[in-house]
């Protein structure tokens, strides 16, 4: 257990605590085994999470929460004599808006104004074990009981150190707008008062977070914290920083397939252009470093490299669909014992596309190293990186940076490591960027997969329901396969399962009673950068049940909202979709070309419904006219940002069922820019959208993917019934109509 201390509890640099600090709180957890006691600050009676035990109620988030219990509590808190409250975050805010709810919460146990608090970004800690990853719509989910106990922690010493000096009961002083008053008048501003606070003997505080019911704060809509330096340009990415003097820009030129490998160079054409300062060879290709991008960015393409070809050179789209279709497993129930519906879909690879490109900072020295980047395994990069540069661990300092966008490509750190290659290479630090083509084509994308779905039914009622999915790999070596290790022997799922079986398993699930239900994956190992696309798997193998369960539907004559409010599991389930369908006026009279669809999804202790309007005159140029979203997360802590996460859901949604994909073309991505990669434009977001939060009703859910699937199906759905066709492959629209930049 550490105490309270004045010292500072890590580098000053990004993410680290300022040196000016007066209290401290580390709240740390026994560490490996499992306790119920989180600490000597935490709340009397706190129990360790634990696993549900039936498999299908386990979620990828509960595993996530156990292998992090061990150090759930190891955060830092920081008062300071200026009355500001920091709350280091073991995580990555990449636009999701973590630390605005971090912040609220800090600020509802401290009944300080929101502005008095801020949430930065900690350090790669590698004492954190598994704990500092952030995926699996988990953040919120983690920390909503660590950090209101670190926050009430902080609030008991302070008015402690209060009582001592107004010589009252501290029961009788109170705390508003970031001060202790007294009965009698008094007044001790939280800065006043963190000398004293800091020597507070953990023993003499009790640590009570607040009731829930007494919440004034979280649960309201509020505004993100950093809203208004990104709408400004006053929001500080990778690139903004000046932390190192003398980092010059670098742009590395990458293979024509993903892979390949440089055979020889000649850089002599490159070395006479402009401001060119140097060109090395880096295990992903030759970097430029120049006085300017711009100069990089030309220099690179006067390169003349001659390159070994990518494992993957020879293959194109038709190959993966022909290995995926091969490798999809049998169904068990033969289609000639009872009456069946069958369906078979097609999705394709998509890029995550985040608007800020893979960048990092790197400064390598002969005996240290350091490094800036947006990251969500940051520990699984600061030990990559020592690994490859050939440092101890503890000579490499990760700090991680807010990032523009990830959608699971963070997950990856490829340009961190890049980075801290060309640094060593060049012997000096550099500022690196990809460009858009390489941050499309080099970076990771979702699988391709295909799904074979077969349902049986008899007198009205679905008997068995099989769903066969076969994806190309995803890449899970980010820290996540670490954790799911670890905590093996705990999964109900099975401990031997392969890491991809086991997110599948925890993620997607049938939310319905269709009798006897089985979804079983196999993937296909191709040598292609993939990654956890935002919702995983269930992006499309929901997606494509949601499509599946307005078939059934009408094969039995019914109503595709009537069947599925039939076939939900729990009331909980019915309100979500019962909302919808009132607000968004299920069943209403459309013109032709016209229609509505519907979806459900419920993951990570979380539910969803989707209804979309949709305007299918033309088919190759659909348009979603209206969604009504209800959306039910146990206990939201900022309705707002929940909102914002619905939406971010709609519009994946709507770019990747109708648009947006990559095509595979020899070992290569086609898409090299957003021309290419038809993710949705303003034109294509509805006009009319609402989302309704449904009331608190329990502990956190994830937010982060939930929005996906069932926007997916009831776009799919809504598209069927306008065109009267049934949409086999996605993105449905996906032709080539771009010229292809060179390779």
């Known amino acids: 257990m550490a105490s309270p201390t004045t010292e500072p509890a890590q580098p000053e640099a990004g993410g680290g605590i300022a040196r000016r600090s007066f209290l401290t709180f580390l709240v740390a957890a026994p560490t490996l085994t499992i306790a119920t006691n989180l600490g000597a600050d935490a709340p009397a009676g706190a129990q360790v999470p634990s696993l549900p035990g039936p498999a299908d109620i386990v979620d990828l988030g509960d595993i996530l929460i156990l292998a992090g219990t061990p150090t759930a509590n190891m955060l830092v808190l920081e008062v300071s004599e200026d009355d500001r409250v920091r709350l280091y975050l073991p995580r990555a805010e990449v636009g999701q808006g973590i630390t605005t709810a971090v912040a609220m919460l800090v600020a509802e146990e401290l009944s300080i104004p929101l502005d008095r608090v801020e949430v930065p970004l900690s350090d790669a800690r590698s004492e954190l074990l598994f704990n500092q990853l952030t995926g699996g719509s988990n953040t919120i989910r983690s920390v909503y009981g660590p950090v209101r106990s670190a926050a009430a922690a902080a609030r008991a010493r302070l008015l402690t150190a209060a009582a001592e000096r107004f010589d009252a009961p501290a029961g009788r002083l109170s705390i508003r707008d970031g001060a202790v008053l007294a009965p009698g008048g008094q007044r001790a501003r939280f800065g006043e008062l963190t000398v004293a606070a800091a020597k507070v003997s953990r023993s003499a505080v009790a640590v009570t977070p607040k009731k829930e019911s007494e919440h004034e704060l979280v649960g309201t809509p509020v505004n993100r914290i950093d809203a208004r330096a990104m709408v400004t340009g006053k929001q500080r990415y990778t690139l903004d920083l000046d932390v190192v003097p003398g980092a010059l820009p670098a742009v590395v030129r990458h293979p024509p397939t993903i892979r390949g490998t440089v055979r020889s160079v000649d850089d002599s054409a490159a070395r006479a252009m402009p401001g060119v300062v140097d060109v090395v060879k880096v295990p992903t290709g030759v970097a430029v470093i120049a006085e300017t991008f711009g100069q990089a960015i030309a220099a690179k393409d006067k390169l003349k490299v001659t390159w070994n070809p990518g494992p993957n050179a020879n293959l194109s789209d038709d190959d993966v669909r022909e290995k995926l279709r091969a490798a999809a497993l049998p169904f068990v129930v033969p289609p000639l014992l009872t009456q069946h519906v069958d369906a078979e879909f097609d999705f394709a690879f998509v890029s995550h596309a985040p608007l800020e490109t893979n960048s990092a900072i790197a400064d390598v020295r002969a005996d240290r190293a350091e490094i800036w980047s947006s990251l969500k395994s940051p520990i699984v990069a600061k030990q990559t990186i020592a690994r ?10 990760v700090h991680v940076v807010q990032g523009g966008g990830s959608f699971g490509r963070r997950l990856f750190f490829d340009g961190a490591l890049e980075a801290a290659h060309v640094s060593k290479a060049a012997g000096r630090p550099v500022k690196l960027m990809w460009t858009r083509i390489d941050d499309m084509r080099h970076g990771r994308a979702r699988g391709a997969t295909h799904h074979k779905i077969r349902a049986t039914f008899a007198l009205g009622n679905v008997l068995t329901y099989e769903h066969r999915v076969a994806s190309v790999e995803t890449d899970l070596r980010h820290g996540l396969g670490e954790i799911l290790t670890a905590t093996a022997a705990s999964l109900p799922v099975g401990g031997n399962l392969s890491f991809a079986q086991t997110v599948f398993l925890t993620t997607v699930k049938t939310p319905y009673n269709f009798g006897v239900v089985t979804n079983l994956l196999n993937e296909v190992a191709l040598p292609l950068n993939t990654a956890s696309w935002r919702s995983v798997y269930s992006a499309t193998a929901r997606g494509a049940e949601e ?14 909202y009537q069947f599925r409010r039939a076939s939900l599991k729990n009331d909980k389930q019915r309100a979500v979709l019962d909302k919808v369908a009132t607000a968004g006026q299920w069943g209403k009279a459309m013109p032709k070309g016209f229609a509505q669809g519907i979806g459900f999804h419920e993951e990570y202790k979380s539910r969803t419904a989707c209804l979309v309007e949709i305007d299918a005159r033309d088919p190759k140029k659909p348009r979603v006219t209206r969604a009504t979203i209800a959306v039910d997360v146990g206990r939201p802590i900022n309705p707002r940002g929940l909102e914002a996460q619905m939406l971010g859901g709609l519009t994946d949604a709507i770019a990747t069922t109708l648009r947006a994909g990559l095509h595979l073309d020899k070992g290569l ?15 294509d977001a509805p006009p009319k959208v609402q989302v309704f939060v449904l009331p608190a009703n329990g502990e956190p859910g994830g937010a982060g993917e939930l929005g996906v699937p069932a926007a997916v199906g009831a776009i799919a759905n809504a598209y069927a019934r306008a065109t009267g066709t049934k949409p086999r492959r996605f993105p449905i629209n996906f032709d080539v109509d771009f010229e292809p930049f060179p390779r």
């Open 388 to 397: 490859e540069i050939g440092l101890p661990e503890n000579k490499v300092t």
């Open 547 to 560: 499509i599946m369960v307005d078939e059934i539907a009408a094969k039995l004559g019914k109503d595709p």
């Open 669 to 683: 991505p086609l898409e090299g820019s957003y021309s290419q990669f038809h993710y949705a434009r303003q034109k």
